[in-house]
């Protein structure tokens, strides 16, 4: 073996070595490099001249900012995720559990914080209820074959959402990764039926079966961990949202987890009681520019994570206008924001612009004023975790009361029943206590309570108290409301323009919603679509007409920091895997209802783009529904003009409109089936790619009347044999390939 010395002096083919093979004497190396002409004079000031301002950087000039900790630093930093104390935490899940010394593992795949919060919430309960020590853990946060390593004495829950086309959550990608390749017998040289034979595991769901893969992580994952060797130790729960029932199905399963609990293990069922894991502390030292006030919540570090989303930046708004404004008090936005003063965010045509909310004013001074935090709204407080090994901090700290109310925690979202029977605990009277009491008793009649009513939490505090307006509840602490809520969740937009046409101007389309409620007295307002129109009614130059609702709700605009003063708001970019073919001459057929026309205008308008400078585009037929031409037909005079313009004789726009007056209700599918050869033919013999985007219920019953077309058209040409099972796999094979992709929401 040639020793590394040897290779050093060895000559090269320049013959450096061989000229250095005498060396000359120091002195004459300085003489030779003495100046002797003005310009080497001049070139050796100016090397000397950046040689010491290089030195002297970060004293002189460039001197870090003094607070830059509290825009860079990660609430993990010193709760989890990384670096505590100074010493790097394992990521082995077992060595951890070790650490820790705890009995159970609680992991949690989770894009929106659903699933987060039932896992942390489970984890509290196991040591309230039962006394196990128990953690909740980021799948990403911990290498995934080392839960091969977990001992019998543990057991490992996982709660599991299903986002995409049926695909894991950002922060489970890298463990479903390894799981699929370890059922493939890829991963180790353990056979794949002994892999994970010393672990016991049970599985929690979350789904929604309007969408065609309904659930589908959690039953992967689950069959997969059994074939592995696992031992799965009670049926394994799904939560269904296509009715709003994950809470209660949630509950429900956690009922029967804590029953095999206690009748297996023998343990004793204690009456909860609530133990916090955070201490929330004013301290009235810090100053307000030390303070997180605004910016969000740092996502998740998890690799899978920033595979696939930029950072979190304040985007500027260059315009808002409004697409229309409907007598029934819908009305829908196209918002340009600008990412020109940040060049780590870039987008691709069909990407997804993330927009981080904040909370209106009613309800966060409802909230103080239930508490009776209103004169101290502003007071500073410091959150950290009792166990800090073991929790995760989740809200960026130091903090104000009022910002922790208003940016960091979802106070709008409906009371889970759970939660309605903890906080009688906290009541400031019998009767407030009685009334939680009950309401929280029965699933049925909290359902229906809920579906009238969908009360966030400062309603209930509220109404659990009506009629006595000295009371107040002071006893309910900080930290109970930080443990029982969830944390503000970034909310996803399909981006509406191309990023070929407009790189740095990501353009978005929001239908500003309200959900009714039953019976249709009430409704829920969308959170960040009516944050946004309070923004674009912020904007001075924004498009309004007569039946521009005015805004419901007030927010904190423009805001008490810089960043977030008017016009600006946070977001990021997610990238998505729902993108143009490569070849501008495939042919496309794509699929809307309402706002899921976003993405096809950004598409269409970068093939009239491609047109124009000669690359053909192939033939492109859009299908669109929505309700009545005259009220919300999004972008009609842009399709129209492409139409018998830039794309003339390519593009033929479909319409479906459901609520014209003296016309039956037509949908894209009832469309799609009329023109049924052409899409058939479009698909089977040309080639096309195939778009959808919409609701998931919507994409559902497209697909159904794709398929059906498909599989009369092999009967028809004597494949009699082609029934439900190919048609799938044909779905299914044209899915793999990408030839059909699909953007939906429930
Ligand atoms: C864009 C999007 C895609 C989704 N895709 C699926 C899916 O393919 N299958 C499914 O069962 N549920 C799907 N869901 C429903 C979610 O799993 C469900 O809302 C869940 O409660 C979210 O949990 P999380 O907040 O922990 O992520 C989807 C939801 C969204 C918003």
């Given at each position: 073996m040639q020793s590394p010395i040897d290779d050093v002096s060895s000559p090269d083919s320049s013959g450096f070595a061989a000229a250095s093979a005498t060396p000359p004497p120091f002195e004459e190396i300085l003489n030779r490099m003495k100046p002797t002409t003005l310009s080497d004079t001049v070139a050796l000031a100016a090397a000397t001249f950046v040689f010491v301002a290089y030195l002297l950087r970060g004293y002189l000039w460039d001197k870090p900012d003094p607070y830059g900790y509290i825009f860079y630093e990660r609430p993990q930093a010193t709760d989890g995720d990384g670096a505590h104390g100074g010493t790097r935490r394992t990521r082995n899940i077992a060595e951890r559990l070790e650490e820790l010394n705890k009995d159970v593992v609680v992991f949690w795949g989770s894009q929106s914080g659903t699933a987060e919060g039932f896992a942390n919430r489970l984890s509290r309960e196991l040591h309230q209820r039962l006394g196990l020590d128990a953690m909740a853990a980021?799948?990403?946060?911990?290498?995934?074959?080392?839960?091969?390593?977990?001992?019998?004495?543990k057991t490992a829950i996982l709660i599991l959402s299903t986002y995409g086309e049926g695909d894991p959550s950002d922060n489970a990608t890298q463990f479903w990764e390894w799981l699929i390749k370890a059922v493939e017998g890829k991963n180790s040289d353990s056979a794949t039926s002994a892999l994970l034979g010393s672990l016991k595991y049970a599985a929690f769901g979350l789904g929604n079966?309007?969408?065609?893969?309904?659930?589908?992580v959690v039953d992967v994952v689950d069959d997969a961990f059994v074939a592995c060797g696992a031992e799965r130790l009670l049926p394994t729960g799904q939560a269904d949202d296509s009715h709003g029932a994950t809470e209660e199905d949630f509950l429900e399963w956690k009922d029967s987890l804590f029953a095999f609990f206690r009748d297996h293990f023998g343990i004793q069922e204690r009456e909860p009681k609530y133990e916090p894991t955070v201490d929330v502390v004013e301290d009235d030292?810090?100053?307000?520019?030390?303070l997180y006030d605004g910016e969000p919540v740092h996502p998740p570090e998890g690799s899978g994570f920033k595979q696939v989303n930029s950072p979190v930046k304040a985007l500027k708004i260059r315009n808002a206008k409004e697409l229309f404004a409907s007598s029934s008090g819908r009305n829908c936005l196209h918002m340009d924001l600008d990412?020109?003063?940040?060049?780590?965010l870039t987008y691709k045509t069909g990407d997804h612009l993330a927009v981080w909310p904040m909370n209106p004013n009613q309800e966060v001074d409802r909230l103080l004023r239930v508490l009776g935090l209103t004169s101290r709204r502003q007071s500073p407080v410091i959150v950290r975790a009792l166990d800090p090994e073991a929790v995760k901090v989740k809200v960026p700290t130091p903090t104000s009361i009022e910002a922790l109310l208003r940016y960091y925690l979802e106070i709008c979202a409906a009371v889970p029943r759970d939660v309605v029977r903890g906080l009688a605990e906290f009541a400031p009277t019998p009767a407030a206590r009685d009334f939680l009491h009950i309401l929280g008793k029965d699933k049925d009649s909290y359902g229906s309570f809920l579906s009238h009513t969908h009360i966030n939490l400062g309603k209930l505090l509220e109404l659990a108290t009506k009629g006595d307006s000295t009371a107040v509840w002071s006893n309910l602490p900080l930290s109970y409301l930080v443990d029982a809520l969830p944390r503000t969740q970034p909310r996803f937009y399909s981006i509406s323009s191309s990023s070929i046409i407009s790189p740095r101007a990501p353009a978005i389309t929001a239908l500003v919603s309200s959900t009714p409620l039953t019976p249709p007295d009430a409704s829920i307002p969308g959170l960040t679509t009516n944050y946004l129109l309070a923004l674009s009614d912020y904007l001075p130059e924004a498009i309004k007409t007569a039946n521009t609702p005015s805004p419901m709700l007030t927010y904190n605009l423009p805001g008490p920091s810089d960043a977030l003063s008017g016009g600006l708001v946070y977001g990021h970019i997610r990238r998505s895997k729902f993108k143009l073919p490569m070849q501008a001459s495939c042919p496309l057929i794509m699929i809307a209802a309402g706002t899921g026309l976003a993405p096809f205008r950004a598409f269409i308008s970068e093939r009239a783009r491609l047109q124009s400078i000669g690359k053909k585009s192939g033939k492109i037929l859009l299908f669109f529904g929505c309700r009545n031409p005259e009220e919300d037909f999004i972008y009609s005079d842009e399709l129209a003009q492409l139409e018998e313009g830039d794309l003339k004789g390519t593009l033929r726009v479909v319409t479906a409109f459901s609520r014209v007056q003296g016309s039956p209700k037509l949908y894209v599918q009832d469309k799609v089936r009329e023109l049924g050869s052409e899409v058939v033919e479009m698909l089977t013999q040309e080639s096309a790619s195939m778009y959808i985007c919409g609701r998931a219920s919507m994409a559902r019953e497209v697909g159904k009347a794709v398929g059906d077309l498909v599989m009369d058209r092999r009967k028809d040409a004597g494949e009699s044999s082609f029934g439900e099972n190919q048609t799938k796999q044909w779905r299914e094979g044209m899915k793999r390939t990408r030839k059909w992709q699909e953007d939906v929401w429930g």
């Open positions: 980021d799948l990403s946060d911990f290498e995934p074959e080392t839960i091969a390593q977990i001992p019998r004495s079966s309007d969408y065609q893969y309904y659930n589908r030292s810090l100053q307000q520019q030390d990412i020109t003063d940040h060049p780590q």
